[in-house]
């Protein structure tokens, strides 16, 4: 079992362009949340997907959306950049409201 | 809204000896989970140990336990026999959507 994988695992972007983050959960996970964690900070939580929609939300813009395809994968979409999402993107799967499990994360640094 | 509060941003203890990491969280939900995750500088977080809210019993994994005050809405973490290689942050975490306390940053000195 390969765990959480998530890709790319950097990635540098211009201010106003549009990136997507992928995330592939644990075998047998069917729930996948993102998370951004700026560098010093506690992961803070962006939303959570199960049965391909979105179950809960944090407090972040509508130019943070995300998607869950039939495999259980996941994608977080940011329109937009600014300079303040730059950050550690992390995903981590789950199964039936058991612990996550979290894969090595995306840093993402917009330029 | 649910919080998480970790009031201790940076500890240290040295190796063999317990040290005990602090958690407090907020909220109106009586059945919950709560979660101490570690995550060293390679940056993947790790779970620690898991405390269900309806068990009375402290929950414990080898070196690690906790003490949980439900009435006091307190999860604290305690690392006995500390290791070099436990070094690293370590974050408190409630329910299923995982929000996180903004971390300790625990050292273990040789």
């Known amino acids: 079992d390969a765990g959480v994988t998530q890709s790319p695992t950097h990635l540098i972007k211009t201010r106003g362009q549009q990136v997507t983050l992928r995330c592939s959960p644990k075998?047998?996970?069917?729930?996948v949340s993102w998370y951004q964690q700026a560098l010093g900070q506690g992961p803070q939580f962006i939303f959570q997907?199960?049965?391909?929609?979105?179950?809960q939300r944090g407090n972040f813009p509508d130019r943070f959306s995300g998607h869950q395809f039939p495999n259980y994968s996941s994608e977080l979409n940011v329109n937009a950049l600014l300079l303040g999402d730059s950050a550690l993107y992390l995903c981590?799967?789950?199964?039936?409201?058991?612990?996550?499990?979290f894969g090595q994360g995306t840093r993402l640094t917009v330029v | 809204a649910q919080t998480v509060t970790q009031s201790q941003p940076e500890m240290s203890v040295q190796e063999a000896e317990t040290v005990t990491l602090s958690c407090t969280y907020d909220?109106?939900?009586?059945?919950?989970?709560l979660f101490w995750y570690k995550q060293p500088p390679s940056r993947q977080m790790i779970l620690v140990i898991r405390?269900?809210?309806?068990?009375?019993q402290n929950a414990t994994e080898n070196r690690f336990s906790v003490n949980f005050q439900k009435a006091a809405k307190s999860f604290s973490l305690k690392i006995s026999d500390s290791q070099l290689g436990d070094t690293a942050m370590y974050f408190c975490?409630?329910?299923?959507?995982?929000?996180f306390g903004a971390g300790t940053r625990l050292t273990v000195k040789p």
């Open positions: 981590a799967s789950s199964f039936l409201g058991n612990e996550a499990f």
């Open positions: 909220t109106s939900e009586n059945n919950y989970y």
């Open positions: 997907y199960y049965e391909e929609e979105e179950r």
């Open positions: 975490a409630f329910n299923n959507d995982m929000r």
């Open positions: 405390q269900e809210a309806y068990k009375q």
């Open positions: 075998s047998g996970h069917d729930t």
